[in-house]
């Protein structure tokens, strides 16, 4: 008696499959192909069904495996009715209806068996009410079929929010010998859908049953009482009763759908049951298959994954070796000036050095001779000074130069040799104070050199003109990775912020904002002054 009419997916209509199977045992079973849907992220079905007509009564439900949990029916629903009627008995003024409709928990064929539940709704009493109806009735469409227990029906009077005790009224399905229940309750329509049964389960309680049949009639009992003087509008009427119920329809006309389906695979199943929904007449099968969109497959976005890092370790190689060609590049440049400078020392040292050498001696011969005036022995001596003078200065120039003197300890010894010289030719005292042990940080040759000079300059000054009598030379690296050198004397002292007209002040600052350092005057703690130069290692590459 069933069949799928038509199919759509996404609002289009789509080829409906064939049949892969039928059979027929204790129902008839027929199974389709599987229904292939166009690939989407969320798709919607919808899905006509064909139901041959038959007086026949039975429920059809659904289920769609993957996304309903339970089965599921179009329609059908059996009520409770209570009505306020008006004192011209034609017009009510207070309506209420609770519906049923599915299948109750713990249903079984066995009424000895099943469960009740039990329910309390309440209606309000407004004025000129003379009557109370109350409604059983088993279809709230014809096509309603099923099978609906109701205890006798209890009603309190609520005051003031308070619940009387006992009920104002018992609605009580009493049967006659036939087992329909008597008056006051009154059939209509089908009386032989219902009658009267004792419930074990709930210490021999009369129940009224219905058994609706047919999708073309419906049974209904009406209970009419008249309301007592004892109560006033304003108070609320109770009801208290228990019911199990398994109530479905036998309409399909209107479309299944199921809305945002998700990719994966799906069961439609179409029964067609008793009215007890416990024996399986008829049921159908329908696979569903939803594809994933191709781009959230598992292979796309593993294809995507490996030529990304394809890409990825392509680009990182490229930057690496370009950055490795520029490294190089950079050693081969700092190679060649390497080179350059052990070339320029050598050949100031073989020529300009030589020259000096040659002068000196010359001037020192002349001296020797004995004939030779006053003033000419005066110039000698300047000449000779000055190229000893010079000579000094080059063998500056030439350790700046050489490659193998850029280190912090190559800077301390020759900074150790420099004092050395300065304070013998003085007859100063002085003291050394430098780690046995130093980073091993690059310093630049320009660094050097102009950091060699300016301490020059700070040691000069102590010579002559802070009439000092010991220097004190302390070198060290700080926590910082900054090195320090501090030149500090006994002398006299001098004023910081007084303008001075020499360049030697001046030079030492200059030569420190050269190579990014810095230095500062203080009051020595011997009553002399203290110059320290700071220098921050990871500058002093710098060239």
């Known amino acids: 008696l069933l069949s799928i009419k038509r199919i759509h997916a996404n609002n289009q209509d789509c080829p409906l499959p064939g049949v892969s199977g039928q059979k027929s045992g204790d129902g008839h079973f027929t199974e389709y192909q599987t229904w292939k849907l166009p690939a989407a992220d969320l798709s919607t079905i919808s899905i006509d069904v064909n139901k041959q007509a038959t007086d026949q009564g039975?429920?059809?439900?659904?289920?769609?495996?993957?996304?309903?949990?339970?089965f599921g029916e179009v329609g059908g629903a059996m009520r409770l009715s209570a009505r306020l009627v008006k004192k011209n008995l034609s017009d009510f003024v207070g309506i209420a209806?609770?519906?049923?409709?599915?299948?109750?928990?713990?249903?079984?064929?066995?009424?000895?068996?099943?469960?009740?539940?039990?329910?309390?709704?309440?209606?309000?009493?407004?004025?000129?009410?003379?009557?109370?109806?109350?409604?059983?009735?088993?279809?709230?469409?014809?096509?309603?079929?099923?099978?609906?227990?109701?205890?006798?029906?209890?009603?309190?009077?609520?005051?003031?929010?308070?619940r009387d005790q006992d009920p104002w009224l018992i609605a009580r399905f009493t049967p006659d010998k036939n087992k329909k229940p008597l008056s006051p309750w009154v059939p209509y329509m089908r009386p032989d859908?219902?009658?009267v049964v004792q419930l074990p389960q709930l210490n021999n309680v009369s129940a009224l049953q219905f058994a609706d049949l047919s999708n073309t009639s419906y049974t209904e009992y009406n209970f009419h009482t008249p309301i007592p003087p004892s109560i006033q509008p304003g108070d609320d009427l109770l009801f208290v009763w228990k019911w199990a119920y398994s109530v479905g329809s036998d309409d399909i006309a209107s479309p299944l759908v199921f809305n945002r389906l998700l990719p994966g695979r799906y069961l439609l199943r179409l029964q067609r049951v008793n009215?007890?929904?416990?024996?399986?007449?008829?049921?159908?099968?329908?696979?569903?298959?939803?594809?994933?969109?191709?781009?959230?497959?598992?292979?796309?976005?593993?294809?995507?994954?490996?030529?990304?890092?394809?890409?990825?370790?392509?680009?990182?190689?490229?930057?690496?070796?370009?950055?490795?060609?520029?490294?190089?590049?950079?050693?081969?440049?700092?190679?060649?000036?390497?080179?350059?400078?052990?070339?320029?020392?050598?050949?100031?040292?073989d020529d300009l050095g030589s020259r000096i050498t040659q002068i000196r001696f010359v001037a020192e011969t002349a001296l020797l001779t004995e004939t030779l005036p006053d003033e000419y022995q005066e110039t000698l001596k300047e000449i000779v000074a000055g190229t000893l003078d010079a000579g000094h200065h080059l063998h500056e120039i030439l350790w700046s130069v050489k490659t193998e003197n850029d280190t912090v300890e190559a800077l301390a010894n020759y900074i150790s040799q420099t004092v050395d010289k300065m304070c013998s030719s003085c007859n100063m005292r002085y003291r050394l104070n430098i780690p046995p042990f130093l980073p091993k940080a690059t310093i630049s040759s320009q660094v050097r050199y102009d950091l060699m000079m300016a301490i020059r300059e700070a040691l000069t000054n102590a010579l002559k003109h802070a009439q000092a009598t010991e220097l004190n030379i302390h070198l060290f690296v700080d926590?910082?990775?900054?090195?320090?050198?501090?030149?500090?004397?006994?002398?006299?002292?001098?004023?910081?912020?007084?303008?001075?007209?020499?360049?030697?002040?001046?030079?030492?600052?200059?030569?420190?904002?050269d190579i990014h350092g810095t230095v500062e005057w203080a009051h020595a703690a011997t009553g002399g002054t203290e110059v320290v130069f700071i220098l921050e290692l990871k500058n002093a590459s710098l060239s």
Not at 58 to 70: F, P, Q
Not at 333 to 341: A, G, H, N, S, Y
């Open 58 to 70: 039975v429920r059809i439900r659904y289920k769609l495996e993957g996304y309903n949990a339970d």
């Open 97 to 162: 209806n609770w519906h049923v409709s599915g299948t109750s928990p713990g249903w079984s064929t066995n009424r000895a068996e099943i469960p009740f539940h039990e329910q309390t709704q309440s209606i309000h009493v407004v004025p000129d009410v003379e009557a109370l109806d109350i409604s059983v009735v088993s279809g709230g469409g014809v096509d309603t079929v099923g099978s609906l227990l109701i205890t006798d029906i209890s009603v309190y009077r609520v005051h003031n929010q308070i």
């Open 193 to 195: 859908f219902s009658e």
């Open 275 to 349: 009215t007890d929904a416990t024996q399986i007449l008829e049921e159908i099968q329908l696979p569903v298959f939803v594809p994933t969109l191709y781009y959230k497959t598992p292979w796309f976005i593993v294809l995507c994954s490996v030529i990304i890092s394809v890409l990825l370790f392509g680009v990182i190689a490229w930057l690496y070796r370009r950055r490795m060609k520029a490294r190089v590049a950079h050693l081969e440049l700092l190679q060649k000036i390497e080179q350059e400078r052990i070339r320029i020392a050598r050949d100031i040292h």
């Open 479 to 513: 926590t910082q990775n900054q090195l320090v050198i501090k030149v500090c004397d006994n002398g006299k002292g001098f004023e910081f912020n007084k303008e001075y007209d020499g360049e030697g002040l001046k030079n030492i600052k200059g030569r420190m904002m």
